[in-house]
Structure formats: structure tokens, C-alpha cells
């Protein structure tokens, strides 16, 4: 149980580092250009503070255009757009580093079990590769649950004179 506790607090500290504090956050349609990709999915909030929730399709130095619940695509022009946030999932880096602790944690597990003399069975040496394989396997998955859970929101665009505090 101890063992569980400590795999616990190593996925829940790493998966709390945030890995692009100092990006810029665009002021026009036309810096946004180079950051956003094919069905990405953003938050847009408007200039009255109705939010949308879609995926980006395409981008001008006018429009934004997305879908929104897999319906028809829907333009929204620069000056009704107050900012867009970019929703991303952290399943990869909680698999990564459930997969990291879990092995880690399986082979510490079979190198630690007290052994004097003849124990039975394969030594230590035959069973700590596919015990920290199968660890390693269990801790991605639940690393991954974690990780997808805590979606992050990041900043991309804010309008000209506009502030981030918008709902």
C-alpha cells in the first residue's frame, strides 16, 4: 500500500508541471496563423461572453472557422471574438509518466522482496523485466485516466484591449 501511495504522489506532481508557462498569446487573427492545427479543439468566447466549443477547420485574416457538436461549420469574424483558449488533454504525459513510476515501482518491488537462500521458483533477476513491464503497463493506463481528466486550458488569443478574465 505504501508502494501505491508513493506511485500516487509522483504522477500527481508531474502531471501538475506545466510545460509552456511563457507563450505569447496572439492579438490577431493573423498571428494565430502558425498555432493553430487541423481539429484542434478550442474555446471561443464572443464579445457579449457566449462561450463555443469547437474544433478548428481553418483560419483568414477575417474568420475563424469551426464546427461545433459535428454540425455545420460556422464562421466567426475577428471583431466578434473576445479570446480563444486551447483545450488539451495531458492523457500522453500521464501515461509517460505512469508508465515511468509503474515500472520503476516493479522493479524496486522484486528487487527488495527478501530473499535468503533458495526462494523457489526463477530468481530475481528472470522475473524483474516482465514484473516492471506489467507495472510499468498498469501505471501508464492509470496515468493516462489521470491525465485525461485534467484537461488544461491555455490562452492563445485575446482582443486587442481585451481582458482574460472574460468567462
Same mark, same amino acid.
Given at each position: 500500500?505504501? +508502494? ?52 478548428? +477547420? ?69 522475473? +524483474? ?8 503497463g498498469i501505471g501508464a493506463a492509470i496515468g ?24
Amino acid at each position: 500500500m505504501q +508502494i501505491l501511495t508513493i506511485v500516487a504522489c509522483v504522477m500527481i506532481a508531474a502531471l501538475g508541471v506545466p510545460t509552456s508557462a511563457g507563450a505569447q498569446v496572439a492579438s490577431s487573427f493573423r498571428d494565430l496563423q502558425s498555432v493553430l492545427h487541423g481539429g484542434e479543439r478550442l474555446t471561443i468566447t464572443d464579445n457579449t461572453g457566449i462561450v463555443t466549443n469547437g474544433r478548428f +477547420i481553418a483560419l483568414s485574416d477575417q474568420a475563424l472557422r469551426v464546427t461545433v457538436e459535428s454540425t455545420v461549420p460556422i464562421d466567426l469574424s475577428e471583431g466578434s471574438v473576445a479570446k480563444i483558449e486551447r483545450l488539451a488533454s495531458n492523457a500522453k504525459k500521464g501515461a509517460v509518466v505512469g508508465l515511468i513510476a509503474g515500472a520503476v515501482v516493479g522493479a524496486l518491488a522484486v528487487a527488495l522482496t527478501p530473499c535468503k537462500g533458495f526462494c523457489g521458483g526463477p530468481g530475481k533477476g528472470t522475473v +524483474i523485466l516482465p514484473v516492471a513491464g506489467i507495472a510499468g503497463g498498469i501505471g501508464a493506463a492509470i496515468g493516462a485516466g489521470i491525465g485525461a481528466m485534467r484537461a488544461t486550458r491555455r490562452l492563445i488569443y485575446l482582443a486587442p484591449g481585451r481582458s482574460a478574465d472574460i468567462p
